[in-house]
C-alpha cells in the first residue's frame, strides 16, 4: 500500500509569495495533520483535519491555512511568505482506530529566498 | 503546555555499543509516548510507542519504558548498528490525540 505522498518535493519561492502544498493520506485515513521542521529542530504542529473539519491548531500566525477535501487529501497554504517559513513541511495522516499513531510523508522542502 | 526533552547529540557509537539516549516530558493528563527516527532526507518514521505506565515499546531491537513516576521514556538498544545512524525524536500526544509534540531531536552516528 501507498504511504502518505506529498507534492511538490521542493520549492523555491520569494518573500511575499504565496504557496500551496499538497498531502495525500494512506488510504483508509481520514486524519491528515501538517508541521514544520526548521533545520536541526524536531516537528512544529500546524493544523489536524479531520472529515474535512479542523481539530486542532498550533500557534502559527493566520497566514496559514488549510483544507481537507471529499477524498481526505489536503492541502497547506501560506501567504505573505517571510524568510522564516523556510522548512520542511511534513503531512501525517493516522487512522480512527489508532489515532494516536500518524504516518509521516517524505516532506515538502520550501525555500524562501 | 505539553514538552519533550532530549538529551542533546550528536551520540558517536561504534558499531555493538549500547545505546541510551534520554527523554524526559511534561504533560497533562496521559498522554502516549513515543520514538520517531528520521534518516537523511526521509520523512519521519514511527519507531515505538507506549500508551500507559509501564508499558514498554520496542521495535527492531529498540526499547523504551513509559516510566510515569521520573515522567520518562529512555530509548535504548543492546547493539547498534551502522545503520541505525539518523536522528531521533522523542515525542507525545495530547489527551485528545491531536498534536504530536516533539522534541529537537538525538543525532546518532554509529562508526564501523
Known amino acids: 500500500d501507498a504511504g502518505v505522498t506529498q507534492s511538490p518535493t521542493h520549492l523555491i519561492k520569494t518573500r511575499g509569495q504565496h504557496v500551496t502544498l499538497r498531502c495525500s493520506p494512506i488510504?483508509?485515513?481520514?486524519?491528515v495533520s501538517w508541521y514544520q521542521q526548521v533545520l536541526g529542530q524536531g516537528p512544529q504542529f500546524i493544523f489536524q483535519?479531520?472529515?474535512?473539519?479542523?481539530?486542532g491548531r498550533g500557534n502559527f500566525p493566520d497566514r496559514f491555512s488549510a483544507r481537507q477535501f471529499p477524498n481526505y487529501s489536503s492541502e497547506l497554504n501560506v501567504n505573505a511568505l517571510l524568510l522564516g517559513d523556510s522548512a520542511l513541511y511534513l503531512c501525517?495522516?493516522?487512522?480512527?482506530?489508532?489515532?494516536?499513531?500518524?504516518?509521516f510523508g517524505p516532506g515538502t522542502r520550501l525555500t524562501v529566498t | 503546555g505539553n514538552s519533550v526533552t532530549q538529551m542533546e547529540g550528536p551520540v558517536t557509537l561504534s558499531e555493538e555499543a549500547f545505546l541510551t539516549i534520554n527523554c524526559t516530558y511534561t504533560?497533562?493528563?496521559?498522554?502516549?509516548l513515543f520514538w520517531y527516527v528520521q534518516y537523511p532526507g526521509e520523512g519521519l518514521q514511527l519507531l515505538l510507542k507506549a500508551t500507559k505506565a509501564d508499558d514498554k515499546g520496542s521495535n527492531k531491537g529498540f526499547e523504551a519504558t513509559y516510566r510515569k513516576e521520573t515522567t520518562s521514556f529512555h530509548l535504548e538498544k543492546g547493539s547498534v548498528q551502522v545503520s541505525d545512524s539518523a536522528v531521533y525524536f522523542c515525542?507525545?500526544?495530547?489527551?485528545?490525540?491531536?498534536?504530536?509534540?516533539f522534541g529537537s531531536g538525538t543525532r546518532l552516528q554509529v562508526q564501523p
Open positions: 504533560a497533562t493528563g496521559y498522554p502516549s
Open positions: 488510504s483508509g485515513h481520514k486524519s
Open positions: 501525517a495522516s493516522s487512522s480512527r482506530s489508532r489515532g494516536d499513531e500518524q504516518y
Open positions: 483535519y479531520y472529515e474535512k473539519e479542523e481539530r
Open positions: 515525542a507525545l500526544s495530547d489527551t485528545g490525540r491531536r498534536a504530536l509534540t
